[in-house]
């Protein structure tokens, strides 16, 4: 403890809860934390394990105190496991000399496609810009706006790619069809059938052939989602 004196952390010492039992505990142990599954991994930890966390308090101080960890989850994001744990609220105030304070609240929208900006001067003329900031995501995190702006426009620029690959295909299919069957085509114009006749019948094998690809696309596309997006 000296050590961490020496070097600048602030040491915060509580009393020992006495069970009914006689038997006692740091106090520091009702408030949990939950570790994250990577973090986990790394720090060698499970379910009923110590942990010891260090941040800066309100007055830009050092802390630190121990907390059991009381549960592990797992997210999609390997970089958000590495750095953030769940703790409950009034054992972070304590620890950070905070008492009945909170740094910021989340809101989330219900519908994805909501004008946010409207959201914001709701909640700003409701709370009062004196007291609080009211901010969007994007004005957070501005370089996620940018990232995901850029992997928008690739996708859109794969997307036209693909589709004018595939337009080249079909059109290379119809036309080979059609070459194939210039003696069967031949043949039946001299049965008098009209040339716009022979267009219509290479126009609806070609609209067929779109229509059954379409499908089966939709179909494998619907199927590889379901099966990978959980």
Known sequence: INI???IGYEIKSKELRVRPDGTAKGDWDMGMAIDTLAMAERLDVKVGSKVVLMAQDAHHNKTMAAFR??????????????????????????????????LEYVIRVDDPKENLSLVKEDL??????GDYKTMTWKEIFPLLVQLVTMFNTFTYIFFILVFVAMAFGIANAVLMAVFERMRELGIMKALGTRPGQVFML????????GVVGVIIGVLTGWATVAYFGH
């Open 4 to 6: 961490l004196q020496s």
């Open 202 to 209: 290479v126009a609806f094998e070609s609209v067929s052939l």
């Open 69 to 102: 960890v009381t549960g592990i989850y797992q997210t999609v994001s390997n970089d958000f496991e590495r750095v953030f744990v769940f703790m409950t609220l009034s054992s972070m105030q304590e620890m950070l000399d905070m008492p009945g304070k909170v």
């Open 124 to 129: 700003a003329s409701g709370l009062g810009e």
